[in-house]
C-alpha cells in the first residue's frame, strides 16, 4: 500500500526498430557501436497514485469529530443546512497546532544535529551534545576517509530503508487483515440488489488476495531491506577494524636527543623540569619508541560504530514521522462531510476546548444513504496526502470503477491494528446503487497530478537514496548521467523539474547489455514515498520540497 516507485535502470534486449509501449515512444539506436532503447523528454499528463485497499460502508448519518484536540475558531454550518461531500462544518485555532509542529520541527533537528556530531567524529552525549573526537578523516589519507564514509552512508541509507519498510509492512498487514476479515462479516444490514445474469457477485476474495499479495511484498522488502542493512553494518564494522589494524602494525617512531651529562638541567621549585626542555630534574632521557595514531587511526577511532548509527537513524527518522503527523494535524484543523445530507445537530461552538475523536463535540449529518470507504496507509504516506484529494473505488466484482475524494485523515495511530498506521475515509460521490455493506475495494488516491509536465519515461529514472538520474544520450558520444529534480511519478511518466530539457533523448536500456539471470546479477532499487512515499522520494522527511520526500531521507543532515 505504498505510492509506486521509481522503477532503476534495468537491462532489455529487443529487436524492433520503433516500438510503441503504454503511450511512450520507444525507439532502438546505435550510437559509436553502442545501442540502446530511448525516449525523449516530453509534455505529459502526470498522475501520481497511492494504491490502496479498503472497505466499504454504508453511512445514513455520520457524527465528525476532529481528528485532534484544540480551541474550536468556527463553525461554518447551522442546524438544517444542506452539505455536500467535502464541505466544510468547522475549524479549530491553528496557533496550537503550530507550536506542536514547531516543536516537532526542533527534536528533528536535534536528533539531525546528533547524527552529524557523530560522523564529525565527537563523542555524543544522551543530550545531544558533542565532545571533540578528532573529525571524521580529518587525518585519515584521502582514499581511507572516502572509504570511510562511503560506509557510514551505506549503514544511514540501509537502516532508512529499513524504516520505512517496515512502516509499509504494518500498514499493509492492516489492511489485508480488515479486507479479508470483513469478508466473512454478516450483510444483512443493507439491502443489495438481487443479482441478475450480468450482475458480478461481489465475495470479496478478489480484493482480499490482492492485500495479502501486497503484504506478502512488503514483507519480502522488509526482509531485503534487513539484509542491506545486516551487510552494510558487517562492512563499517570490518573496515573500522581494518583501519585500527593499519594503524597498529605502521608504529611511527620519535626519538629524544638525551641531554649532556655535562650540562645539567635546571628545575623550577616545584621540581618539574624546565619547560623549554621539558625534561625531568636530574634525568637523562634516552631513545624510545612510540606508536603514533596513523591515518587509519584516526579515522577508525573518531568514526561511530555501525550500532551507534543505527541508533542515531532511527531517532532522525522517528522525529520525522513525528513531524508528518503534526503537519497532518495542521492540515485537519478543517473537518469536512463524508456525505451529502442535512446538518442534524451542532455540538460544538466557537471557543470550545475540543478533544480528538470526542463522541460529543460533533457536527451529525443525516443523508439519504451515501457510502464511505476507510482504507489504511504508513505514516511515511501521510505528507502525500490532503483532504479533498480525488480518489476512485473499484469495489471488488465490478468493472466499473465509482469516484470520491479524500475526507478525513487520522492523525492517531489505529490502536485496533495494533501497529503505526492512519485510517483515510473517502467519501463516494459517484453512483452507490449496487454497493453492499462491507463491501471490500480497491483505491486509487491521486496524491500529485501535472496536466502540462516535462516528462520522461518512469523506467528511465534511476533511483539511488534521494538522488534520481537519468542517461541522455548525445548523438556523438555516450550517454552522460544527469542528476534530476522529479516531481510527480506516475505508472507511465515521472514529471522532471530540473536536469534535462524538453527533446533530450533518454536512455532506457542498453542493448548490448545481457538480461538479468543465473549468470549475472540483476538488481533494482526504490524510493518509497518519492513525492510520498515515499516520505515521499522517498520518504521522507517532511521539510522537503512539497510532495517530495522528506529533506534529509535516508541521508547525513546537510550531506
Not at 175 to 194: F, G, K, N, R
Not at 292 to 298: C, L
Amino acid at each position: 500500500m505504498r505510492t509506486r516507485p521509481l522503477p532503476t535502470l534495468i537491462a532489455a534486449t529487443a529487436a524492433a526498430a520503433v516500438l510503441g509501449l503504454g503511450g511512450v515512444a520507444v525507439a532502438a539506436r546505435s550510437d559509436g557501436g553502442a545501442r540502446y532503447r530511448t525516449a525523449v523528454a516530453s509534455t505529459e499528463a502526470v498522475d501520481q497514485v497511492l494504491d490502496a485497499v479498503g472497505t466499504i460502508e454504508p453511512v445514513s448519518q455520520a457524527a465528525v469529530a476532529f481528528p485532534t484536540s484544540g480551541t474550536a475558531a468556527s463553525v461554518a454550518v447551522e442546524v438544517g443546512d444542506e452539505v455536500a461531500v467535502g464541505e466544510i462544518l468547522a475549524g479549530l485555532d491553528t496557533d496550537e497546532l503550530e507550536v506542536s509542529l514547531h516543536e516537532a520541527q526542533a527534536d528533528l533537528a536535534q536528533a539531525e544535529l546528533v547524527l552529524q556530531l557523530a560522523l564529525d567524529g565527537e563523542e555524543v552525549t544522551s543530550a545531544g551534545a558533542g565532545t571533540p573526537g578528532g573529525g571524521l578523516g580529518r587525518s585519515a589519507g584521502a582514499a581511507a576517509s572516502g572509504a570511510l564514509t562511503d560506509a557510514q552512508q551505506a549503514v544511514l541509507d540501509a537502516q532508512h530503508a529499513v524504516d520505512e519498510s517496515l512502516a509499509a509492512a504494518e500498514a499493509a498487514m492492516a489492511a489485508a487483515a480488515d479486507v479479508c476479515s470483513d469478508d466473512e462479516a454478516p450483510t444483512a444490514t443493507t439491502t443489495t440488489p438481487e443479482a441478475t445474469d450480468d450482475t458480478v457477485v461481489d465475495d470479496g476474495t478478489t480484493t482480499c488476495r490482492e492485500a495479502l499479495a501486497t503484504a506478502l511484498d512488503a514483507q519480502r522488502a522488509l526482509a531485503d531491506a534487513q539484509a542491506e542493512l545486516a551487510a552494510a553494518s558487517s562492512a563499517l564494522s570490518d573496515l573500522l577494524a581494518e583501519l585500527a589494524d593499519d594503524a597498529v602494525s605502521t608504529p611511527t617512531t620519535t626519538t629524544t636527543t638525551p641531554s649532556s651529562p655535562a650540562a645539567p638541567s635546571t628545575t623550577g621549585p616545584s621540581g618539574v623540569g624546565d619547560s623549554a626542555s621539558g625534561e625531568g630534574a636530574g634525568s637523562t632521557a634516552s631513545p624510545s619508541t612510540d606508536a603514533a595514531p596513523g591515518a587509519g587511526s584516526s579515522s577508525a577511532a573518531s568514526s561511530p560504530s555501525a550500532e551507534d548509527l543505527i541508533a542515531h537513524q532511527k531517532a532522525v527518522d522517528a522525529a520525522s514521522l513525528q513531524v508528518a503527523v503534526a503537519e497532518q494535524a495542521l492540515a485537519q484543523a478543517e473537518i469536512v462531510s463524508p456525505i451529502a445530507g442535512t446538518v442534524a445537530s451542532v455540538g460544538i461552538s466557537v471557543g470550545d476546548q475540543v478533544e480528538a475523536a470526542s463522541a460529543t463535540q460533533t457536527v451529525v449529518v443525516v443523508g439519504s444513504g451515501g457510502f464511505e470507504v476507510t482504507t489504511k496507509v504508513s505514516v511515511a504516506d501521510l505528507p502525500d496526502l490532503e483532504v479533498g484529494q480525488a480518489a476512485t473505488v473499484r469495489p471488488d466484482g465490478s468493472e466499473e470503477a465509482i469516484d470520491g475524494e479524500v475526507v478525513r485523515i487520522g492523525v492517531a495511530p489505529d490502536a485496533a491494528s495494533g501497529t503505526s498506521t492512519y485510517a483515510v475515509t473517502i467519501g463516494l460521490t459517484g453512483d452507490t446503487s449496487t454497493l453492499g455493506n462491507g463491501s471490500t475495494a480497491s483505491v486509487e488516491i491521486v496524491t500529485r497530478a501535472t496536466a502540462d509536465a516535462l516528462a520522461v519515461p518512469t523506467s528511465a529514472v534511476a533511483v539511488d537514496g534521494d538522488r534520481s538520474t537519468v542517461r541522455v544520450l548525445d548523438d556523438d558520444r555516450d550517454p552522460d548521467e544527469v542528476t534530476v529534480e522529479v516531481g510527480a511519478v506516475g505508472a507511465t511518466w515521472t514529471e522532471i523539474v530540473d536536469g534535462v530539457e524538453e527533446g533530450d533523448v533518454v536512455v532506457l536500456a542498453d542493448l548490448d547489455e545481457p538480461l538479468p539471470g543465473s549468470a549475472t546479477d540483476g538488481s533494482s532499487s526504490s524510493a518509497g514515498g518519492q513525492g510520498g512515499s515515499g516520505l515521499p522520494g522517498g520518504g521522507a522527511f517532511p521539510g522537503g520540497a512539497a510532495g517530495g520526500p522528506p529533506s534529509g531521507a535516508g541521508g547525513r543532515p546537510g550531506g
